[in-house]
């Protein structure tokens, strides 16, 4: 261990780069900070999701006025497209996109795996299809830390097999002993000195699975670790009881994240667990659809209740939506399907997703955290649609795949 945790003081990791400055009473939930090359960042921190190099109708100006300091990209999408040699000839990621904070990326497993009809995967490493012309792949540990590499990101993720939900126990087995073997070929690939690597937790909902992972994960002393595999079709319940369970086997001198996984209850109840950091697509994909968060839950600004309403969508928020258009003219936007409306509902979810997470970081500074998620969930109201979404997105998306290469 690199330091001593202090309760109401700070905790230095060294080279690790991550301080804890407080703990919630009675519950594991924690603030924290994340050094990187490219600044700090407060954690618990949900991260707005950037695939292909942007965050879907945003500039990164937009995202700096938003408050964000840390972003996601996917090695899988840039390695497709536009190539990583043309983003490293550019000057790495940061500058290819003009973002001048920090960056995570994804090594692409998830994306990778989502193919599976399309793919031949072994020890070595997996054999693919790309989703956008048909041509064929070979990603390895080494390949995926490489490409990272040569993106420029400040953390890097390791390559993983990332089972389905739904997978039976010897599918599971086979998935946390290969991500055990590819998470020591990437640690061993690794070359950048400025550039930190997760490891990732598998084991579908088998909590002994999950413990063996976490076990030979956090052996290697990884500079973080994360949770992978859930959010992919099962209950939330099984999710919650996964968390629970796994991130206590997690050191808690590094930071633990929650991939994929953005239903604000579900960032709720994950912090009360000890997770830090948060990534998903589910903010930014409902605001496409007409979804917009407020203080009591996510409702369609395409309701005709919305259609005469002179106030901002949600009176408590102060994003640039909410500050300068009523809740009546984005209404008006998404039904004549003008562009300006997947915009503002972006920018509004992606600040609701910001300042919730502002506000769980005061309350646990505060020592008010208990009071602040028995508050959260008896005024925030889960759609059932939302539900869906949160816990189908990954399938929707396998089916999208699919669909894209049978056609090809």
Known sequence: MDGILRRGGPLTIGSHCFSIDHAAANLAARTGRLETAHGSVDTPVFMPVGSQATVKSLTPADLRELGFDLILGNAYHLYLRPGVDIVQAAGGLHRFMAWDRSILTDSGGFQVFSLAALRSLDDRGVTFRSHIDGSEHLLTPERAVEIQEALGSDICMVLDDVPAGTSDPRRLAEAVDRTNLWAERCQRAKRRQDQLMFAIVQGGGDIE????????????????????????????????AVLQDVVPLLPVERPRYLMGVGAPEDLVEAVSCGVDMFDCVLPTRVARNGGVYTRTGRMSIRHSSFRTMDGPVDPGCDCYACRTFSAAYIHHLFRCEELLAYRLATVHNLRFMWRLMRDMRASIRCGDFALFREEFHGRYRVADEEMRLSQGAARAQLVRNRGRLRLQ
């Open 209 to 240: 699975l999950r413990r063996r992972s976490a076990e030979t994960l956090t052996a290697m002393d990884f500079a973080g670790y994360a949770v992978g595999g859930l959010s992919v079709g099962e209950p939330k319940h099984v999710m919650r």
